[in-house]
Structure formats: C-alpha cells, structure tokens
C-alpha cells in the first residue's frame, strides 16, 4: 500500500500538476484511422474559446468553450468542407486538400472570420448563426381542399417565425493563383487588415478584402535555380508592430524585416544565428538545423524557433546567440541515419508559447509532448497523450496514472530512443491564449 502511494506520488511530481483533461475523436489504435482524418493544424482563437482543426482530409471542425462544465473543457459547434482536391493541368500537379494553416482573424461582430490554406488556394470562412424561419400561418394547410370559398376577412398573411439556429460557414474570399510553391505559412497583421502568406521562396501580402492582388515583399528565387541554397521554412507578422515580419529559413537562420524600409524586404533588419560547433558538424547537419516553426511571443520581444533537435528562444536584442535552448531530441543523435532512411528526420514539429510567456510547448515521437519553464530551466514536464491518459480520466483512478511498464516513468521512457515508436507523434500544437 504504502509503494502505491508512493509510485502515485512520483506521477503527480513528474507531471507537475498537469492533467489530461479532454480527447476530441476517435481513441482507437493509429492503425485504424484513414489518412484524411489526421489532423494537420490546430489552432486557439485570440480569446481560447474557440479552437479549429484542420486535417488532411480538407475539413475544418470547431469547438466552442462549454460554459456548463467546470474547468476548461470544449464541445463541437461546426464542421465544414474548407479544401477539396485539384489538378493544375498546366504542371500536371494534384493539389492535395489537406489543410496546412489555419489562423483566426480579431472578430468584429457576431461572426467568425478565419483563413484556412493547402499548398496552392487560401480562403477566408465566415462562420455564423444563421436563423431557419417558417411559414407559421397558411389560408389553406399543405394537402387540404379548401371546403368552400374564401372570403376577403378571412384572408391571412402568411407570417415567418424562428425555428432553429444553425452554424453557417460560407468563403468569404478565396486567394490563389499567387504561389508557384507549396504554401508553409499565413499570418494575420496586428492592424486586422493584411496578412502575408509564404512559400519556400517567396512571402506575399494580401489585403484581407482584395482577393485577386497581392504583394511580394520577399522574393529569394535565385535567376538560376541551380544556384538555390535555401529556402523559407515559416514566417509570421509582429503581434504589435504592423510593419514587422519574420521568416525562418532551412539553414537555420531567422530574418526580421521592416516594411517601412522599402517594398521588397530582402534586405533584412536583423538576422538570428547561432554558429554551429564544427565538431559537431556531420551529413545530417543542414537537415537537422532547418528550422520547422517560429513563433513570437505575445509581446513581441521573443522568438521561439524549433529545429528537428531543439527549441530555441531568441531575444530581439540579441542576434548572435539565443538566450536560452532546449534540447528536444538530442537522445536521437546516435539514430539519425534510420531516421533519414524512414524520413522522420523530415518532420515538421511545431513549438509555442505559453500564453503568459512563461512555459514553451513542442512535440515529440511516441505522442510524448515536452513543455518546459523559461525561468527555471530546470523545470521541464515530458507528458504523454496515449490511451492510458484517455482511461485515468475514465476511470479516475491513480493506478490507471502510473505507467504499465514496470518501474518505468514517462521521462525514461521518453529518452529511451529505442522503444519509441516513431509512426505515432505530435506535430500541431497550440496553447490557450489566457489560460495555462
């Protein structure tokens, strides 16, 4: 009894506090779910009450705060088809629907904006309560014979009333035909007005009411493309200046650009990288320093940066060196030559911040997640979203919280290279903007 409690206790000091608290879908095994069901994007609006996911199958789905729960939990509010696939007949190209990016727009009434892209076409949903009204009042009921005439006074006027609520979601906007390259990133300005969208060479900006022109800001297509050395990962816009952007590129660098500086920002402001340690330096070394995702902290004064081994924060002042990086993956070193056999070392995790800026989140293989806290680097939770967090929550039991290996916890687990399963992993993730 006594080591039960005891093991009980080393799971909660190992989660931190933290619990599983909700699954959205299906629980079942990886192996009985279709390609077009994995989600591809995941995203909180600006106030968390609402969350959309995207998923390979072209589909967005979102779920609104339900206020009758304690806590923090969500329930479905809508579903709609945002992506289908296409052919481009002149490259003879399929245009997969799977949804890359979805970001919400500032909401400015009673609807929902958000913009959702694939490779090639973004478009600009606006999701709404629609009211179905119906006739409530008739002269004459469906499928009767009127039984004699009708006089003028007992005439009625066909009145429409409420019947139901249904969530609508309609395109709005529809951008395209501005991308030779597959789009990796959108990102809605602070003025509410523009957002920019990217692909491997070129970054574009739109006007969020002008579908058929955009702008290229960023353009580092080489006139021979023999000559090409790079291309762009992620970018994103300053949450508070409206004329800043960053974008990140496969050599591991980070490019900051000021749009008052003139049109075409190829020439950058500032630019953050670290010089690698020659000693280090191996066949994989270019792959595994390309950067998947960054993002800026809620005040603009940070950038976090996730490359295939690490998570880095970055200080706008200081470009040389990030001030702090976490190591993610450097238990995998010794298996990069399987990794780069079976592809994985191709994986795009996404990192983020934690609303207060104080914890960042990235992903892992084995659906292990690893949240660490920026003021005490030696805080760091490694939690798992397997089926055994799904029946702890089912069962509320602390034997179900303790893991089924012996003696085993989830951060040896979690290190132990050889036992992960490197077909199950979390690459999407986002944090609630107000809650941690």
Same mark, same amino acid.
């Given at each position: 009894?006594?080591?039960?409690?005891?093991?009980?206790?080393?799971? $909660?000091?190992?989660?931190?506090?933290?619990?599983?608290?909700?699954?959205?879908?299906?629980?079942?095994?990886?192996? *009985?779910?279709?390609?077009?069901?994995?989600? %591809?994007?995941?995203?909180?609006?600006?106030?968390?009450?609402? /969350?959309?996911?995207?998923?390979?199958?072209?589909?967005?789905?979102?779920?609104?705060?339900?206020?009758?729960?304690?806590?923090?939990?969500?329930?479905?509010?809508?579903?709609?088809?945002?992506?289908? !696939?296409?052919?481009?007949?002149?490259? &003879?190209?399929?245009?997969?629907?799977?949804?890359?990016?979805?970001?919400?727009?500032?909401?400015?009434?009673?609807?929902?904006?958000?913009? =959702?892209?694939?490779?090639?076409?973004?478009?600009?949903?606006? $999701?709404?309560?629609?009211?179905?009204?119906?006739? =409530?009042?008739?002269?004459?009921?469906?499928?009767?014979?009127?039984?004699?005439?009708?006089?003028? %006074?007992?005439?009625?006027? !066909?009145?429409?009333?409420?019947?139901? @609520?249904?969530?609508?979601?309609?395109?709005?906007?529809?951008?395209?035909?501005?991308?030779?390259?597959?789009?990796?990133?959108?990102?809605?300005?602070?003025?509410?007005?523009?957002?920019?969208?990217?692909?491997?060479?070129?970054?574009?900006?739109?006007?969020?009411?002008?579908?058929?022109?955009? +702008?290229?800001?960023?353009?580092?297509?080489?006139?021979?493309?023999?000559?090409?050395?790079?291309?762009?990962?992620?970018?994103?816009?300053?949450?508070?200046?409206?004329?800043? #952007?960053?974008? %990140?590129?496969?050599?591991?660098?980070?490019?900051?650009?000021?749009?008052?500086?003139?049109?075409?920002?190829?020439?950058?402001?500032? $630019?953050?990288?670290?010089?690698?340690?020659? &000693?280090?330096?191996?066949? +994989?070394?270019?792959?595994?320093?390309?950067?998947? *995702? #960054?993002?800026?902290?809620?005040?603009?004064?940070?950038?976090?940066?996730?490359?295939?081994?690490?998570?880095? $924060?970055?200080?706008?002042?200081?470009?040389?060196?990030?001030?702090?990086?976490?190591?993610?993956? *450097?238990?995998?070193?010794?298996? /990069?030559?399987?990794?780069?056999?079976?592809?994985?070392?191709?994986?795009?995790?996404?990192? @983020?911040?934690?609303?207060?800026?104080?914890?960042?989140? @990235?992903?892992?293989?084995?659906?292990?997640?690893?949240?660490?806290?920026?003021?005490?680097?030696?805080?760091?939770?490694?939690?798992?979203?397997?089926? =055994?967090?799904?029946?702890?929550?089912?069962?509320?039991?602390?034997?179900?919280?303790?893991?089924?290996?012996?003696?085993?916890?989830?951060?040896?687990?979690?290190?132990?290279?050889?036992?992960?399963?490197?077909?199950?992993?979390?690459?999407?993730?986002?944090?609630?903007?107000?809650?941690?």
């Amino acid at each position: 009894m006594a080591s039960a409690a005891g093991a009980a206790a080393a799971a $909660v000091d190992e989660n931190n506090g933290w619990q599983f608290r909700q699954c959205f879908g299906d629980k079942g095994e990886v192996e *009985d779910i279709t390609e077009a069901d994995i989600i %591809s994007a995941v995203e909180f609006d600006d106030t968390g009450d609402y /969350l959309a996911t995207g998923d390979k199958g072209g589909r967005v789905v979102l779920f609104e705060r339900n206020e009758g729960k304690k806590g923090c939990e969500y329930k479905f509010y809508t579903e709609f088809q945002s992506h289908e !696939p296409e052919f481009d007949y002149l490259k &003879s190209l399929e245009i997969e629907e799977k949804i890359n990016k979805i970001r919400w727009c500032k909401r400015q009434n009673a609807a929902h904006f958000l913009l =959702s892209t694939n490779d090639k076409t973004i478009k600009l949903w606006k $999701v709404f309560e629609k009211s179905i009204k119906v006739v =409530s009042e008739n002269n004459i009921p469906d499928g009767v014979n009127p039984s004699g005439p009708i006089t003028l %006074s007992s005439l009625k006027l !066909p009145k429409l009333i409420h019947h139901d @609520t249904m969530i609508a979601a309609i395109p709005r906007k529809i951008y395209q035909n501005a991308h030779a390259y597959h789009i990796n990133s959108i990102s809605v300005n602070s003025d509410s007005e523009t957002y920019l969208s990217a692909d491997d060479l070129r970054i574009n900006l739109w006007n969020l009411n002008i579908s058929d022109q955009s +702008f290229n800001i960023v353009d580092i297509k080489p006139v021979n493309m023999e000559e090409l050395t790079e291309v762009i990962t992620a970018a994103e816009f300053h949450p508070v200046h409206c004329n800043i #952007l960053m974008y %990140s590129s496969s050599k591991g660098n980070i490019k900051l650009a000021d749009m008052r500086e003139s049109a075409l920002c190829d020439r950058h402001a500032k $630019v953050f990288e670290e010089e690698e340690d020659p &000693s280090n330096k191996s066949f +994989f070394s270019e792959i595994i320093s390309s950067i998947s *995702d #960054l993002k800026f902290s809620k005040d603009g004064q940070f950038i976090l940066s996730r490359d295939y081994l690490t998570l880095k $924060v970055w200080d706008i002042r200081q470009e040389n060196k990030p001030v702090q990086t976490i190591t993610i993956h *450097d238990h995998l070193r010794n298996k /990069l030559c399987d990794l780069y056999e079976n592809d994985c070392i191709f994986d795009k995790f996404e990192g @983020t911040f934690s609303g207060d800026g104080k914890h960042v989140l @990235t992903g892992s293989y084995s659906n292990f997640f690893y949240i660490q806290e920026l003021q005490n680097n030696k805080t760091s939770t490694i939690l798992q979203a397997d089926k =055994s967090a799904f029946k702890a929550k089912k069962v509320g039991s602390t034997k179900n919280k303790m893991i089924a290996k012996k003696g085993v916890s989830k951060r040896e687990e979690y290190y132990n290279a050889d036992n992960l399963d490197f077909a199950k992993k979390i690459l999407h993730a986002s944090w609630h903007p107000r809650e941690n």
